[in-house]
């Protein structure tokens, strides 16, 4: 991982074979600790997350925010001069060379795998290694090492590693300076109280933030070796603390950061799946982390291109539902939105290339993340690239185009032999029902009267500013099936859609639409349909 001191990154994609699409994953590379300003109230009954600050977007391989922008895998869109990274983990550093603690008084241990991949052993601890292979005598002066005389060799591994770095440029060194000074604060304090869980973890940060001034170019192991003492460290102050979500979230990181070096190895998978588990149990301790959500999909996502054909798309779905998880918790949450919108182009490529069907409705539900993430953000070249690539998959001049079954307008609560199957279509200005079997007769502007004269009494139509909430919902009194209820200023809407995957696409697509009403961006969306 890459650590900037913009929280936002992207992870390239892997472009699939039909049009390049540009995806590059967004993955929040943001430490725990550094918290988005929450949005504006949107639609729905859910608490939402802090906004973000607003990153400058670079075209990573994937998307991930490092934000972790998109990674290769599914539909990616990639910008050539541009970087998907996760959320930079950086530890609050003061000019007088302070690092202020990030962290809570809390934790929990998720085990990291000291022995797979590749270790960097001391000379002390590779001679002790053999010695005990060779059956030495356990009173080797070695095996006699006390704690301490551990603790402070593993001490000194560290600030080695940390002295070794000197930045790639003037703004990189005196970083580094102040990274190294905060390093031996918190070696002191850890001499002190070796218990110190804050120290640890601190320390830690300092040792993957040092990772990021590395020089890419560079071929030396050191990058490798302070991530990897960072997931030691982080390792010990879980154990000491197993409720410090922070730590998990950050040691997450770290790990993506060492699999992306492994390419599509075994020794990557293990990461990947190691880098899960932390996102998992990050997730766990602190539930209300769209960051950690979307990280973990791009985690999932990354997997999904290495491990056998017959587990892929499993982890992908799964991938899938993380995305969709931040997004509820934070509406205008656009990297996630993309992200989402490329894992679905990646998945309908999928089943293209295994043989089935053309799945328009995927390619059309991707479509219509994009867009969402571009109204979000129009200043983002990655998602205007992937629009472009996109766009044509939509209903045009909609949004989008389904079926749902509704009552009829003006009775919420009718007879279920009343409730009739209808098409619907929604637009930058809202949800309306059309009877006509002919689509191409519906209005495109949902203010006006149809063309044929149908009369506004006789449709369901729901206007964006007049939306309160949007939710599934589940009632006695409603016909048997996924149903949706969208909450008005006029009384509630309430719609039965075709299946549970048909209910997720509707709910998010209203949501996506009265969010981007919501951040003043519905000219930009109606620019998108219309022109």
């Known amino acids: 991982m890459s650590t900037n001191e913009d929280p936002e990154f992207q992870d390239a994609l892997e472009l699939p074979p039909a049009p390049p699409l540009p995806t590059a994953p967004v993955s929040d590379s943001t430490t725990a600790g550094q918290q988005e300003s929450s949005p504006e109230n949107v639609p729905e009954s859910a608490s939402q997350a802090n906004r973000e600050s607003e990153p400058d977007a670079e075209v990573p391989e994937a998307v991930a925010e490092h934000e972790s922008e998109p990674t290769p895998a599914p539909p990616a869109i990639i910008d050539s001069d541009s970087k998907v990274v996760e959320e930079p983990k950086e530890a609050a550093i003061h000019s007088n060379g302070e690092v202020e603690a990030q962290s809570n008084d809390q934790a929990g241990r998720a085990q990291l795998r000291k022995d797979e991949g590749n270790r960097t052993f001391t000379m002390r601890e590779l001679l002790t290694e053999l010695k005990t292979e060779e059956g030495e005598d356990a009173g080797s002066p070695y095996s006699q090492e006390t704690p301490q005389q551990h603790a402070a060799e593993q001490t000194n591994a560290a600030m080695e590693l940390i002295n070794s770095i000197t930045g790639v440029d003037e703004e990189g060194r005196s970083r580094q300076r102040i990274l190294t000074f905060a390093a031996k604060r918190y070696a002191s304090a850890i001499e002190r109280n070796p218990d110190d869980y804050d120290a640890l973890y601190n320390w830690a940060l300092v040792l993957q933030e040092s990772a990021d001034n590395v020089n890419p170019e560079s071929t ?260 048997r099936g996924p149903a949706l209820c969208v909450d008005t200023i006029h009384g509630p809407v309430y719609l039965i859609a075709d299946s549970w995957e048909y209910l997720d696409g509707w709910l998010d697509a209203i949501r996506l639409v009265y969010t981007i009403y919501a951040r003043g961006k519905s000219d930009v969306l109606a620019s998108i349909v219309t022109s």
């Open 220 to 479: 030396s192991p050191s990058k490798d070796a302070l991530l990897e003492e960072a997931c030691k460290k982080y390792d010990e102050a879980t154990r000491l603390c197993p409720s410090l979500h922070d730590a998990f979230y950050n040691w997450a990181i770290a790990i993506s950061d060492r699999a992306k070096m492994r390419g599509r190895t075994k020794e990557a998978e293990e990461l990947w799946k190691q880098a899960t588990k932390n996102y998992e149990k990050a997730v766990q301790l602190n539930w209300n982390s769209p960051q950690a959500l979307n990280n973990w999909g791009l985690a999932l996502q990354e997997l999904s291109a290495i491990v056998p054909a017959r587990e892929k798309q499993t982890i992908v779905r799964t991938a899938i539902s993380k995305f969709r998880a931040a997004i509820r918790l934070q509406f205008d949450f656009h990297r996630a939105i993309y992200n989402l919108g490329t894992v679905l182009y990646g998945l309908a490529e999928d089943m293209l290339r295994a043989g089935a069907a053309t799945n328009n409705e995927l390619y059309s539900q991707s479509a219509i993340y994009i867009a969402a993430a571009h109204a979000l953000k129009p200043s983002y070249s990655v998602y205007s690239s992937a629009l472009r690539l996109v766009r044509s998959m939509l209903p045009l001049p909609y949004l989008k185009v389904g079926y749902l079954t509704a009552p009829p307008a003006g009775q919420p609560i009718a007879p279920h032999s009343d409730w009739k199957r209808s098409q619907f279509v929604l637009n930058h200005e809202g949800l309306q029902q059309y009877n006509k079997p002919d689509l191409k007769q519906a209005p495109q502007n949902l203010s006006r009267r149809s063309a044929d004269g149908t009369n506004d009494k006789k449709a369901i139509k729901v206007e964006v500013p007049d939306i309160i909430s949007v939710s599934a919902c589940a009632d006695l009194t409603l016909p």
